[in-house]
């Protein structure tokens, strides 16, 4: 994907990575609970994530994001966010078939991600991008299935 670009802790992109990742997950609020862990992003800990793992971003002032993080045998894909006026625009899938790429670099078999069971439109979405379902989830706390995860093989 043109444009796409690691984020490092130190750079002046990280204030609107955040901006986005809020303004992306902002639907979310009163339809899911327990509600997004988006709401517990502050600059430090998103600063941290890029210390500890990966955060991809697209676009000068950022329009996409992801967090890629190394599990024991996937690549975790987090937070991946489209700005409003950038969506449709096949951002979301460059960034996924970038995650994929990681993958393989990692030599991981399958990039991983979880969504909320409320969200059915992302499962849809997630699934055309190549993901299947390979379990379900509760958060803590909680006494029936709060998310699904999906897993996409690395061809």
Known sequence: M????????SSTNVPDTLRLIRDSFAFMDGRVDPPSSAHLLTLETLRQQCIKAEVWVTGDPVIGCMFLTPRAQVLYLGKLAVAQIAR??????????H?????????????????????????RTFARMGFVKTGETSHAGYDRVTSITMQRAVA
Request: no cysteine.
């Open 88 to 97: 449709g625009q096949g951002i979301a899938h460059a960034l996924v078939d």
């Open 2 to 9: 043109n444009g796409l670009q690691q984020l490092s802790a």
């Open 99 to 123: 995650a994929v790429y990681r993958a393989a670099q990692m030599k991981l078999p399958a990039v991983e991600l979880q969504t909320r069971i409320e969200l059915v439109e992302n499962h």
